[in-house]
C-alpha cells in the first residue's frame, strides 16, 4: 500500500508514476500485473478496487510516467488584434 503524494504521484522501483492531483493522500495499491520488465504492467486502485491509473514499466533509465493527459489552454487573443 502506498499514500499518492502532494504532487499526485507514487514511486514504485525508483520510477514516479502520474496518478492525479486530485488523489493527493490517497492511501492507493499497486498491483504489478507481469513482473518487472518494461512493457509490464502497473495498476493502481484506491481501497475500494475503483482503477485510478494503468502504466506500463518504462525502459531501463526512464524515472517518470505522465498519465497521459494533456492540459489544454484556452486560446490568447493578441493585444494588438
Do not use: C, W
Not at 5 to 14: H, M, Q
Not at 66 to 78: E, I, K, L, M
Request: hydrophobic share 30%; glycine share 8%; charged share 25%.
Amino acid at each position: 500500500m502506498r499514500t499518492v503524494n502532494t504532487s499526485g504521484t507514487i514511486r514504485v522501483d525508483k520510477v514516479t508514476y502520474k496518478i492525479g492531483v486530485d488523489h493527493a493522500f490517497t492511501e492507493v495499491l499497486v498491483v504489478v500485473s507481469d513482473g518487472n520488465q518494461p512493457g509490464d504492467k502497473i495498476i493502481v486502485t484506491d481501497l475500494e478496487g475503483e482503477v485510478l491509473a494503468e502504466h506500463t514499466r518504462p525502459a531501463p533509465g526512464i524515472r517518470y510516467v505522465g498519465n497521459s493527459t494533456t492540459r489544454r489552454r484556452a486560446p490568447r487573443v493578441s493585444p494588438k488584434s
